[in-house]
């Protein structure tokens, strides 16, 4: 009986089962990542084909308006007459008149200084020029009767004539330490006291004459020919918010600065309440032409670039057949969309900004929210809280 040898199975080679292994680990991986890419392009494709939702702006229609050419500028108001008091003669001080912050008339004593000694000195050359003028006198009748030479004559009317203005120098000193206003103008505060020794030349009060006052700006030597004497200005300061002061240019500096190219202009205000001081800040305009007519938008309706300016254009167009809304649901009707357009700007008048070309009266601009915006974005028109848009703005101080 011839016995069947059982065949035993030889086992698997190690490379073999490593590359099953791969095997199975890629077709594993690979189907993961492959369903992973397929559901992140349909999430794309969701959100790229996903409606964006509209931005919410405030519009402004261009209109026309008539503005005549005008200039701006900024000075510094000046006063017509303005000093610190001082004394030619040095001494100490025994009487004081100043009231600071009042106003006083040319020729008032502000100051006193001590004259006692150049009174006593004065009382002797008074004394002296008596007795010269006397033996003046007398030799002229001797001269006249040949009693005495023309010489002697002419010695003695020298020394008389001496002793005079001898004594008329004293009086002028004496005056010289009676400190008066040299003009009428208000007063500043005082910078002596009582019993101080003042030298000459040393501040005592400063006094500045203010109706009218001085308003001295510069402008760019391209307009030399456009400001003449007698110009209507408008002048407004920050310090008196809401108010604007008149006056006439009175005076134009031939030179212009070489450093900057400018030259300096006067103009004189009125000034009955002193409201306008000295050294004061103020902004400065006047016309330079006629009546012209300008379309005008607000200020925060431009897009200020190195590259140009732009403005965004709002326009009502028809909606598309296949525009759905955020939930997928189908929208018909009209639309706003915006487009850049650029646009060449001239003058500003407080708010408003002049447009010469790229823009025609009645367009609507988008005045807020520009930076949201971009080419056909669709837009909705809120205009509850409005940018400013005055040519003569008026802020309150809070």
Not at 70 to 91: P, Q
Not at 287 to 300: A, K, N, Y
Not at 333 to 341: A, D, E, F, S
Not at 371 to 378: F, Q
């Amino acid at each position: 009986m011839v016995q069947k040898e059982k065949k035993q199975k030889k086992p698997a080679s190690m490379p073999k089962r490593l590359f099953w292994m791969l095997l199975l680990a890629l077709v594993v991986f690979g189907g993961v990542f492959g369903i992973k890419a397929m559901m992140a392009k349909q999430t794309n494709a969701f959100f790229d084909s996903m409606p964006q939702p509209a931005s919410a702006v405030t519009d402004f229609a261009a209109k026309k308006e008539q503005w005549a050419d005008a200039e701006e500028s900024v000075g510094t108001f000046v006063a017509i007459n303005g000093t610190d008091v001082t004394t030619e003669a040095g001494g100490i001080v025994r009487e004081l008149s100043i009231k600071p912050g009042q106003p006083v008339k040319a020729g008032t004593v502000l100051v006193q200084l001590n004259t006692t000694n150049e009174v006593a000195v004065l009382r002797s050359l008074e004394a002296a020029a008596k007795l010269a003028v006397v033996q003046r006198d007398r030799w002229r009748a001797l001269g006249k009767d040949k009693l005495v030479s023309q010489a002697e004559v002419e010695e003695r009317a020298t020394t008389a004539a001496t002793t005079l203005a001898q004594a008329e120098a004293q009086r002028a000193l004496i005056a010289q330490k009676t400190i008066r206003a040299p003009f009428s103008g208000v007063l500043g505060l005082r910078k002596v006291n009582l019993g101080q020794y003042v030298n000459p030349g040393d501040p005592i009060v400063s006094i500045q004459s203010l109706d009218p006052i001085f308003l001295d700006f510069s402008l760019p030597e391209q307009r030399m020919g456009q400001v003449l004497e007698g110009t209507l200005i408008r002048a407004t300061v920050d310090a008196l918010p809401g108010q604007a002061f008149e006056g006439k240019v009175t005076a134009i500096e031939p030179l212009v600065d070489t450093n900057t190219r400018n030259f300096k202009v006067q103009a004189t205000l009125p000034n009955p309440e002193n409201n306008l001081r000295p050294g004061t800040f103020a902004h400065v305009n006047f016309d330079t032409g006629g009546l012209r007519e300008v379309v005008v938008i607000p200020q925060t309706a431009v897009s200020f670039n190195p590259y140009g300016n732009a403005v965004y254009v709002i326009s009502q167009v028809p909606r598309g057949k296949d525009e759905k809304d955020m939930q997928g649901k189908p929208l018909t009707g009209n639309k706003l969309i915006v487009k850049q357009r650029f646009i060449k700007t001239g003058a500003t008048r407080g708010d408003l900004i002049a447009v010469t070309s790229g823009l025609k009266p009645g367009e609507r601009v988008a005045t807020s929210g520009l930076l949201k915006l971009r080419n056909d974005a669709e837009v909705t028109v809120n205009n509850k809280v409005q940018p400013t848009a005055n040519a003569a703005p008026t802020p309150e101080n809070r």
